[in-house]
């Protein structure tokens, strides 16, 4: 019996990697993605141009348009003298922000009453605009309480302090590299499976390979080895790029984290053996990888929280194996978090797995007899 | 090539390659899936979905000794819209609770917390929130700063006196001063479908002639180059189009974002932006000759930078130059640029013309790069 598998397997090993454009396409775009995926996907904002519309002369305002310049989120690009220029800077997307200080700004501080600071923000982003609020309102609170200690005041009652655990610097890159090492690993283990059987109904030679001595169930695992293979390998390359190229901390065990591999490998070749059951051409299978793998990557909390999702858009997630795969990074990679703690996420990806394998198996014999 | 060129017949052989395509379209319905079913299905999933907006974030309260001034305090959390807050008395409990993940943040209120806020210092609140998730980990500590601010003006209010402090920020957010997430979200999305829907539509098209054998017998036909290209781009500009103007009716209707634009302008755009899309998808397919190759490359090069390089989520000026170069090439990049104007400012045109010429740009290039490819095959 291992003696067959092993053969379908090398067999489909070999229609993988005879083709030069086949390895190519295998190997290169996930190494490249994780490189530009890597740098690109952060929410720590960087030189946002903004403007500065001064029309105090006192020495107040200049010292906390000072902290916008030392800081690395926010660059200065122009001087506005004007209200009407305003607009068209905006309008335009030449600045994202102008932070405005009236002309008695200095004065009323001095005064003892407050002057504000007016900040007008782009928000066709609203997240980007949501960001740099945050970050302007940290740097006037900062300001405030220097201004207090140095020129006298009512001190605030009590303070905030904060810190944050896993990742002190607020680093967002830490957040979503983890996330990328999942949706490479599941595209690839999907699609080479997807398209697997697929390709042999379409080519006519899934009927040459029912005749030989394989049983059902050798064909399955012959075609789910090689994705799973193939997954494994991305995943291990992936993994160390992170750990050694970007320098996000792996603090938990490899074991757990591979648990999770393996689980979540099972998940999606399973689905992807499932896809390639049903459909009759490749375009079919592609397609419907397409359809699982898009919703399973936008709503399986890479980017935005699956918290904020309606009631019933949280439970269509919770067949999505991406979703539990996510956790499981973030938090070996960032937490440290035991083995035990995350049998809740691993159960649901081997139930997936285990049903898309029986359906798949089902499909096979349906069609067969 | 073609040796017949008188003007009728070109127009004719045209004619007949759309409605083999067609036949094709209706045969294989999948097509038709493609380019009306899945931008709906995309469209209704992702806008009601994918939110940014943090409500009722679960965080644990440990007051270490309760007393008035400590329940003043937390019942300024209560209040709060933003957080579902859970009480525990000890530190040990509510670090178990943010390990397990049932808690994103956690707000010390220490013993001495009553005696120290009448003193000059002022009583200090611990704040630790579970920092893997940087960007909501600072959502939440803006939250907390509203909280704190509340309260104090609460307090002071109830002292008879006034809060002051030294500057007041005062923000104004222009073309979405709500802050609905889902306004920029939706056209965003928009994008993002649209380019998968134009990519997988003609991914596959010429690579299946190739591997099924059928594009040499397309080739000793009259029909040049420039003709097939037409005649496999056209019927798929039609279909897509239609699914299109679904997306953009829902975005409209279903999603109320505002359209400050002129609908033409959006209709423009659009088109010359499926043109680029299907180019994109025309160019891989004839690149790749097997159709599992092409879909590979499909996936990878369209729907992921479609995600991540458009400026969609990630702010495309806080990326590292070289990243920021590689968005250049990335078609959604600049429709979605234009569909947030169009949707939430107006008719900007010193954004939408030096946007949609880089889209006339990309997409000559996408089409002339498939010319070129297809042309070397017949040697």
Redesign the interface.
């Given at each position: 019996m291992f003696g067959r598998i092993l053969a379908l397997v090398i067999k489909e090993f070999v229609t993988l990697l005879k083709d030069k454009r086949t390895r190519f396409v295998l190997i290169g775009p996930p190494l490249i993605q994780l490189m530009v995926f890597g740098y690109a996907a952060t929410f720590d904002l960087k030189n946002v141009p903004f403007a500065v519309y001064n029309e105090d002369r006192g020495s107040a305002s200049r010292e906390l348009l000072a902290a916008f310049d030392g800081s690395p989120s926010f660059t200065r690009v122009v001087q506005v003298t004007h209200a009407d220029e305003i607009a068209p800077l905006i309008d335009s997307k030449q600045v994202m922000m102008v932070v405005h200080a009236g002309p008695h700004f200095s004065a009323d501080m001095l005064a003892g009453s407050p002057a504000s600071l007016q900040i007008i923000v782009d928000g066709r982003n609203s997240n980007t605009a949501m960001l740099a609020i945050n970050e302007v309102r940290g740097m006037v609170e900062r300001f405030n309480l220097e201004w207090i200690s140095d020129h006298g005041g009512t001190q605030p009652p009590a303070y905030i302090e904060t810190r944050a655990w896993f990742n002190p610097n607020l680093e967002s890159r830490w957040f979503f590299l983890p996330g990328i090492v999942g949706i490479l690993t599941m595209l690839l283990t999907m699609l080479v499976t997807a398209l697997s059987v697929a390709r042999e109904r379409e080519q006519g030679t899934f009927d040459q390979l029912l005749v030989t001595p394989l049983r059902p169930i050798e064909i399955l695992l012959g075609k789910t080895l090689p994705g799973f293979i193939i997954g494994m390998a991305e995943a291990t390359v992936i993994i160390l790029a992170a750990v050694l190229w970007f320098k996000v901390p792996l603090l938990g065990s490899l074991f757990t984290l591979y648990t999770g591999i393996v689980l979540f490998l099972l998940s999606g070749v399973g689905v992807g053996l499932m896809i390639s059951s049903f459909a009759v051409t490749q375009q079919q299978g592609l397609l419907g990888a397409f359809i699982f793998m898009v919703p399973a990557i936008i709503l399986s909390g890479f980017a935005t929280p699956i918290r904020n999702m309606p009631q019933l858009v949280q439970y269509i997630t919770l067949v999505d194996p991406v979703r539990y795969f996510l956790v499981v990074l973030r938090g070996v990679f960032l937490e440290g978090v035991p083995f035990h703690l995350l049998i809740p996420q691993f159960w649901p990806m081997a139930l997936i797995g285990v049903s898309a394998f029986s359906i798949a198996g089902w499909l096979f014999r349906h069609r067969m007899y | 090539m073609s040796t017949d060129n008188r003007p009728g017949s070109s127009r004719m052989r045209l004619r007949g390659l759309i409605r083999k395509e067609f036949l094709q379209i209706v045969r294989?319905p999948?097509s038709i899936?493609?380019a009306f079913v899945?931008p709906v299905?995309?469209l209704l999933?992702?806008g009601?979905?994918?939110?940014?907006?943090?409500?009722?974030?679960p965080i644990a309260l440990v007051v270490e000794q309760p007393n008035a001034d400590t329940a003043d305090?937390t019942s300024a959390f209560h209040q709060s819209l933003y957080f579902k807050p859970m009480e525990y008395s000890s530190m040990r409990d509510a670090e178990q609770e943010?390990?397990?993940?049932h808690v994103q943040a956690i707000v010390v209120l220490r013993q001495d917390?009553a005696r120290?806020?009448?003193q000059?210092?002022?009583?200090?609140?611990?704040?630790?929130?579970?920092?893997?998730?940087?960007?909501?980990?600072?959502?939440i500590?803006?939250y907390?700063?509203g909280v704190?601010g509340t309260?104090?003006e609460h307090?002071a209010m109830q002292r008879g006196q006034k809060l002051?402090?030294?500057?007041?920020?005062?923000?104004?957010?222009?073309?979405?001063?709500e802050?609905?997430?889902r306004?920029?979200l939706v056209p965003g999305l928009v994008a993002i479908i649209m380019t998968?829907i134009g990519a997988?539509l003609t991914a596959?098209v010429m690579s299946?002639e190739w591997e099924r054998g059928t594009m040499e017998a397309l080739l000793v036909t009259p029909l040049s180059m420039r003709e097939v290209i037409v005649g496999k781009l056209l019927p798929y500009f039609i279909l897509g189009m239609g699914g299109l103007a679904l997306a953009v009716g829902m975005a409209l209707f279903l999603f109320e974002v505002p359209l400050r634009g002129s609908l033409w302008v959006l209709f423009a755009a659009s088109a010359l932006f499926l043109v680029t899309a299907l180019g994109m998808g025309l160019l891989i397919s004839t690149v790749?000759?097997?159709?599992?190759?092409a879909?590979?490359?499909?996936?990878?090069?369209t729907?992921?930078p479609a995600?991540?390089?458009s400026?969609f989520?990630?702010?495309i000026?806080?990326?590292?130059s070289?990243?920021q170069a590689?968005?250049h090439i990335v078609a959604a990049r600049y429709y979605v640029?234009i569909l947030?104007?169009v949707f939430?400012?107006g008719n900007?045109w010193?954004?939408i013309l030096p946007n949609a010429l880089a889209l006339v740009i990309l997409a000559s290039l996408f089409l002339g790069l498939t010319w070129r490819n297809a042309h070397k095959r017949l040697e």
């Open positions: - | 294989d999948s899936v493609i899945m299905f995309l999933l992702f009601y979905g994918v939110s940014l907006d943090s409500e009722h974030i305090f943010m390990m397990a993940g917390f120290q806020l009448h000059a210092d002022g009583a200090p609140v611990q704040l630790i929130v579970n920092g893997v998730d940087a960007n909501t980990a600072r959502i500590s803006g907390v700063q704190w309260w104090m307090a002051k402090m030294p500057v007041q920020m005062e923000q104004r957010i222009w073309f979405n001063s802050m609905r997430s306004n920029f998968l997988l596959m299946r790749a000759r097997s159709q599992f190759v879909g590979l490359v499909a996936l990878i090069a729907f992921l995600f991540l390089l400026g989520i990630f702010d000026g806080s990326m590292p070289i990243v590689i968005t640029s947030q104007t939430l400012a900007v010193s954004v």
